[in-house]
Antibody, heavy 122, light 106 residues
Framework: EVQLVESGGGLVQPGGSLRLSCAAS????????MTWVRQAPGKGLEWVSA????????YYADSLKGRFTISRDNSKNTLYLQMNSLRAEDTAVYYC???????????????WGQGTLVTVSS | DIQMTQSPSALSASVGDRVTVTCRAS??????LAWYQQKPGKAPKLLIY???TLESGVPSRFSGSGSGTEFTLTISSLQPDDFATYYC????????FGQGTKVEIK
């Protein structure tokens, strides 16, 4: 059974940093691209970042302007999102998601974690 | 960036009704469109990809159609478990979601 479990969310002050983790199990982690998608309270879904199975290629939403960094440790079956210079508008539930197709992102997702809430507020 | 626009934003329907949700892309995305269902407090669930391919395990009352810029999600006979918010997503260029359509009980 595929499982994705996010952690690391919480309350952070504007300008602060946070690192999210997503522990994966039930599939060959290194064979699939992975993605972060966020959802602001009461709002829709926004694609944030993706990474290829080998970690060789990373992709980001233009709106992030270099503040976020996606990475993965295939030996630990874990996906990460390092978030710096956080702003109030980054407040959201952050989901990790498994790419449907394979090593390189196809940008649609067949399994999602339960999400972790990031709140940016003073 | 490709923009996705869903209509309606919300609808009220009864169990057994046929329900249709429309999604329009700001430019052609061929058939690279997915539909997701999301219930309150839960993660989205993939229903359909490649515009009309049903994901494994999804009931056959769900169907998708369209290509280019206009797409539809149809639920042939609405069931109690189907009251949720539905999102379309283009994956022709990265991934962009529609704003969602909330299906409520009439």
């Amino acid at each position: 059974e595929v499982q994705l479990v996010e952690s690391g969310g919480g309350l952070v002050q504007p300008g602060g940093s946070l690192r999210l983790s997503c522990a994966a199990s039930g599939f060959t982690f290194s064979s699939y691209a992975m993605t972060w998608v966020r959802q602001a309270p009461g709002k829709g879904l926004e694609w944030v970042s993706a990474i290829s199975g080998s970690a060789e290629n990373t992709y980001y939403a233009d709106s992030l302007k270099g503040r976020f960094t996606i990475s993965r440790d295939n030996s630990k079956n874990t996906l990460y999102l390092q978030m710096n210079s956080l702003r109030a508008e980054d407040t959201a539930v952050y989901y990790c998601a498994k790419d449907h197709s394979g090593t390189y992102p196809s940008y649609f997702f067949d399994y999602w974690g339960q999400g972790t809430l990031v709140t940016v507020s003073s | 960036d490709i923009q996705m626009t869903q209509s309606p934003s919300a609808l009220s329907a009864s169990v057994g009704d046929r329900v249709t949700v429309t999604c329009r892309a700001s430019q052609s995305i061929s058939i690279w469109l997915a539909w997701y269902q999301q219930k309150p407090g839960k993660a989205p669930k993939l229903l359909i990809y490649r515009a009309s391919t049903l994901e494994s395990g999804v009931p056959s009352r769900f169907s998708g159609s369209g290509s280019g810029t206009e797409f539809t999600l149809t639920i042939s006979s609405l069931q109690p478990d189907d009251f949720a918010t539905y999102y379309c997503q283009q994956y022709n260029t990265r991934g962009t979601f529609g704003q969602g359509t909330k299906v409520e009980i009439k």
